[in-house]
């Protein structure tokens, strides 16, 4: 009634030429469609349903996404360690690009030791990070150390070029009494509060929306930091990392959503995971700004994480990177990937597409970088990783009444009632538990 009578109104004081647009959103519009052909052309012009942006067309069409183009892949070095356009260089120091140079390395020589260690049954299980080391390295080198991570699994170069040192990878691996998490999660759940790197969690896609809701706080504390979330290809198919890209857009928080395509998730190749281009394709759908970066290229990764800071910090609200990748381990120690894929395709993208190998020729050209350099480097990395995983192994596990610890700020009576009841028990049959090989009880 309001909206007829509103109407009526604009009719008496315009005649025919009443403000269409307004009574169109009354949703009315069709009672004036024949008022007159110049008006009628006005009201038509341009939908006026609520969050519609766009124009009428009088052809069907539907969009073919196989019609069009794929979203273009940004890079900066090719293959041979070139800079393929001169604008784009970051123009690192060389102190930087040798520090991404050793992190990336290092993680590598890590995870041969590690994998190899739970191949033994020294550690219970593994994660290794091959292939993907140019998106670990280039995406933290352009963070603020301030900035808050939240990973999936398998992004540890992130934490090695924070500063998470050897001796703490390996005793979180461990779960030994250094480790930071004492001893209460599954290897490769690290996570530090003096680096700002949020525990990992198992289950996918839970710090997503975790993250979201971080960047929407960093933006009320309006400090100039950002939340980064790491993220899958394969976790992007939760329900969680919808939550987390629409809350984000929606409340304009800033944060960059960090998708790692390594081309699995597990088993599944992407081609079994979805049918769009990719996940950069779901940025739009999103209201996100978005790119799509060669991952195995550190310097594309570093400039398109810079950028996306930038972009979060200046315009408030959330970017996506897609960086390609490939996956060169198995998924974990759980897994054998030859189940699923040919030695063939592993090695091309091992011997062909290396972020490494790519990183180590661009350093070559510029004469930063030889083959005595490489010989030295790995005897001396090998000897670091070798000493902190002796040290690490050597160490007690945390003191068994530890795990009734630090979930009450009092412990409750029940808990304390069956911290007694353990105790008591493992006395008395010490004859059955190791317990020289771990910290003493309280
Ligand atoms: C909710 C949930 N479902 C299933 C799993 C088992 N799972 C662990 S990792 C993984 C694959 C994830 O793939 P992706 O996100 O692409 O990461 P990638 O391992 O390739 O780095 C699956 C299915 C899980 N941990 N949590
Ligand atoms: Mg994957």
């Known amino acids: 009634m309001y909206c007829l009578a509103r109407a009526l109104n604009l009719i008496a004081t315009n005649g025919t030429r009443f403000n269409v647009q307004k009574v169109a959103a009354c949703g009315i519009h069709h009672t004036f469609a024949q008022q007159g052909s110049q008006s009628t052309a006005r009201y038509e012009d341009k939908p006026e349903f609520p969050g519609s942006r766009s124009r009428y067309v009088h052809k069907l069409e539907f969009l073919d996404p196989d019609s069009q183009e794929g979203i273009p892949v940004y890079r900066v070095l090719n293959r041979e360690g070139t800079i393929i ?3 784009q260089d970051p123009k690192l120091s060389r102190a930087i690009v040798e520090k991404m140079y ?6 590598n020589t890590m995870d041969r030791v590690l994998y190899e260690s739970q191949r033994q049954g020294r550690i219970s299980f593994y994660m290794t990070n091959y292939g993907e080391e140019g998106t670990h390295v280039g995406s933290a080198a352009a963070l603020d150390s301030k900035d808050l ?6 992004e540890a170069g992130v934490l090695m070029w924070r500063g998470y040192t050897l001796d703490q990878f390996m005793n979180q691996c461990y779960g030994n ?3 930071l998490g004492k001893g209460r999660q599954m290897p490769v759940h690290y996570g530090s509060r003096d680096l700002n790197f949020v525990t990992i969690s198992s289950p996918l896609a839970t710090q997503m929306p975790q993250a979201s809701g971080a960047a929407y706080a960093l933006k009320l504390q309006q400090k100039g930091l950002v939340a980064i979330c790491f993220f899958g290809e394969g976790a992007a198919s939760e329900g969680d990392a919808h939550a987390a890209l629409n809350f984000a857009a929606v409340l304009d928080c800033p944060i960059i959503f960090f998708c790692r395509n390594n081309g699995y998730a597990i088993s599944t190749p992407t081609k079994d995971q979805y049918r769009g281009d990719g996940i950069a394709a779901r940025g739009r759908g999103y209201g996100i700004p978005t790119v799509r970066v060669d991952g195995n290229d550190v310097f594309a990764v570093y400039n398109a994480t810079k950028a996306a800071r930038d972009i979060c910090l200046t315009q408030n609200r959330p970017v996506l990177i897609e960086a390609m990748t490939y996956r060169i381990g198995h998924h974990s120690t759980s897994d054998d990937s030859s189940a699923y894929r ?3 395709e592993v090695s091309y993208w091992d011997q062909q597409d290396n972020p490494i190998t790519r990183l180590r020729h661009f350093m070559v050209l510029q004469k930063w970088w030889n083959d005595d350099a490489e010989q030295n480097w790995k005897m001396e990395s090998r000897k670091m990783v070798m000493k902190a995983f002796a040290e690490a192994e050597g160490r007690k596990k945390p ?3 530890s795990m009734f610890h630090d979930v009450y700020t009092d412990m409750h009576p029940s808990l304390k009632e069956q911290m007694q009841a353990m105790k008591k028990h493992v006395t008395e049959h010490k004859e059955h538990y190791p317990l020289e ?3 003493k009880m309280t």
């Not at 050793?102 to 993680?107: F, I």
């Not at 991570?149 to 398998?154: E, V």
Request: charged share 30%; aromatic share 12%.
């Open 342 to 344: 040919s030695v063939d």
């Open 149 to 154: 991570i939240f990973g999936q699994y398998r």
């Open 102 to 107: 050793h992190d990336m390395t290092l993680l």
């Open 177 to 179: 009494q250094n480790d």
């Open 399 to 401: 003191s068994p009444d």
């Open 437 to 439: 090989q771990y910290d």
């Open 85 to 87: 356009d001169e604008s």
